[in-house]
C-alpha cells in the first residue's frame, strides 16, 4: 500500500437527480496527514465526507482504506472517527458518558473505558468536566468532547466537518491549535472541511481546494497561497492583485516575459499584497487613495491609470493619502493564473 494514500478517493462522482455534486473528484490522505479540503459554500466539501463516512452514497468511482474498497462497507463498520459543526453530544449523557460511548457499544469493559476516559480528558485538558451535561458547557468545551468522543475509539480516520464554524474567534483559534497538537500526536490522518482559508492554512499538510463539484488544485499550504493555478485559487487564498495583460503591460511591462504563451488560455497576473513594492515619487504612476492601519501592517489602496491595486506594507515607508508613488514587482512574485471564472455557474453543474 502507498502510505500517501491511506485514504484514497477515486474519480468520484455523486449526482442529486441531475444535479452533480461531485464530478469526477479523486482525494488523497496519506498516514498520519492532515488534510483540508476548502471551497465556497455549495462546492460539494459536505457531500465529499458523508460519501467517504458511507452516510451518503455515490454514482461512480471508488472509495479505497489502506488499498482496499470500502464502497460497499456501511458507515458503522468503517472504523472512522467523525465531528460536525453542530455539537452532537449526547444531551442526556454526562462528559464522561459521551466520551465512553463508543468504546461501551463495543463491549469494552467497564474499567478500562474509565482509564481510557480519563486519558482523554486529561489530552484535551478538560479533567475537571468529567460529570457535567452538555448543556453546563460552552461551546468550545463540547467541540473538544465531541472530539476526544471522536478519538476514542482510535478511529483509522478523523472526519472533521466544520467543527470550528459556530464558535468566536479567539477559541476557534485556541481549539485550532489544539486539535492540530492531538493530531500530530496521535498521528490519525485526518481530513477536515472548511470554507475558511486562515484555517485551512493554519491547519493542513495538504490542502485541497474545490469549486463546482471539483477538484481546482491539491498542494502544501505554500503552494496554494504563492503558486495558486487558477484565478479561482487565488482568489479564494486571501488577498491578491489580478491583473489582466493589458493592466500589465501598462503597470509592470517586465513581467510580460514570463506570460504563458498557450492558444486560448486567458490569463491573469496574481500580486500578493505584500509583494507589491511602492515608493514616494511625484511623479509615480500611481495615488494613495486610502491607509489603512492594521496593526502590524498598513494596507493601501493605489489609485493608477490601469485600474486600482491593494498594497501591504510593513515598513514605515511615509506615503500618505493623496501622496504619489512609484510601483514595481520582482518577477519571481508574479505567478500567471488560468482564468476560470468567466462564466462558471455557482453550486455545481447540471448533466
Ligand atoms: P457548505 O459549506 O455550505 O456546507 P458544501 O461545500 O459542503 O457547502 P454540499 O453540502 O456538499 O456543499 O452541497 C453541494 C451541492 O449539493 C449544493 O449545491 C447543495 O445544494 C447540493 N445538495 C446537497 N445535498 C443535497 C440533497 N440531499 N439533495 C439535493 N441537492 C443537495
Known amino acids: 500500500m502507498d502510505p500517501t494514500r491511506f485514504l484514497d478517493v477515486v474519480r468520484l462522482t455523486k449526482k442529486y437527480g441531475t444535479f452533480v455534486a461531485l464530478d469526477d473528484v479523486s482525494v488523497t490522505v496519506g498516514e498520519s496527514e492532515f488534510v483540508c479540503l476548502l471551497g465556497p459554500s455549495g462546492c460539494g466539501k459536505t457531500t465529499l465526507l458523508r460519501v467517504i463516512a458511507g452516510l451518503t452514497g455515490f454514482d461512480a468511482g471508488d472509495v479505497r482504506l489502506d488499498g482496499r474498497s470500502i464502497a460497499d462497507l456501511p458507515a458503522r463498520k468503517r472504523g472512522f472517527g ?6 452532537s453530544l449526547f444531551p442526556n449523557m454526562t462528559v464522561a458518558e459521551n466520551i465512553g460511548y463508543g468504546l461501551r457499544i463495543r463491549g469494552v469493559p467497564p474499567e478500562r473505558v474509565r482509564a481510557r ?39 483509522r480516520v478523523l472526519l472533521l466537518d ?15 491549535g489544539e486539535i492540530r497538537r492531538l493530531q500530530r500526536d496521535l498521528g490519525i490522518p485526518t481530513l477536515m472541511v472548511t470554507h475558511d482559508q486562515e484555517e485551512a492554512l493554519a491547519l493542513a499538510d495538504r490542502i485541497i481546494c474545490m469549486n463546482n463539484g471539483t477538484v481546482v488544485q491539491a498542494g502544501t499550504p505554500e503552494e496554494l497561497y504563492l503558486r495558486p493555478a487558477t484565478r479561482f485559487v487565488a482568489d479564494f487564498m486571501g488577498t491578491s492583485n489580478l491583473l489582466d495583460t493589458a493592466q500589465v503591460e501598462a503597470l509592470f511591462p517586465e513581467l510580460m516575459a514570463s506570460r504563458p504563451a498557450e492558444a486560448g488560455v486567458r490569463y491573469h497576473a496574481c500580486i500578493r499584497p505584500e509583494h507589491v513594492g511602492l515608493r514616494p515619487d511625484p511623479e509615480g504612476i500611481g495615488t494613495v487613495r486610502t491607509v489603512t492601519f492594521l496593526g502590524n501592517l498598513r494596507r493601501l489602496e493605489v489609485e493608477t ?33 488560468i482564468d476560470d471564472m468567466g462564466t462558471a455557474a455557482p453550486g455545481g453543474r447540471v448533466s
Open 117 to 155: 476516559v480519563s486519558e482523554l480528558l486529561e489530552m484535551i485538558r478538560l479533567p475537571h468536566l468529567a460529570d457535567r451535561l452538555p448543556w453546563q458547557l460552552s461551546g468550545g468545551q463540547q467541540q473538544r468532547i465531541a472530539l476526544a468522543r471522536a478519538i476514542a475509539v482510535d478511529p
Open 162 to 176: 466544520e467543527p470550528l464554524s459556530a464558535l468566536d474567534a479567539k477559541v476557534r483559534a485556541d481549539l485550532r
Open 82 to 87: 467523525i465531528v460536525f459543526q453542530s455539537y
Open 305 to 337: 491609470p490601469a485600474g486600482s491595486l491593494t498594497v501591504e506594507t510593513h515598513g514605515s515607508v511615509d506615503v500618505p493619502e493623496g501622496s504619489h508613488v512609484a510601483l514595481s514587482v520582482e518577477p519571481r512574485h508574479c505567478t500567471w493564473v
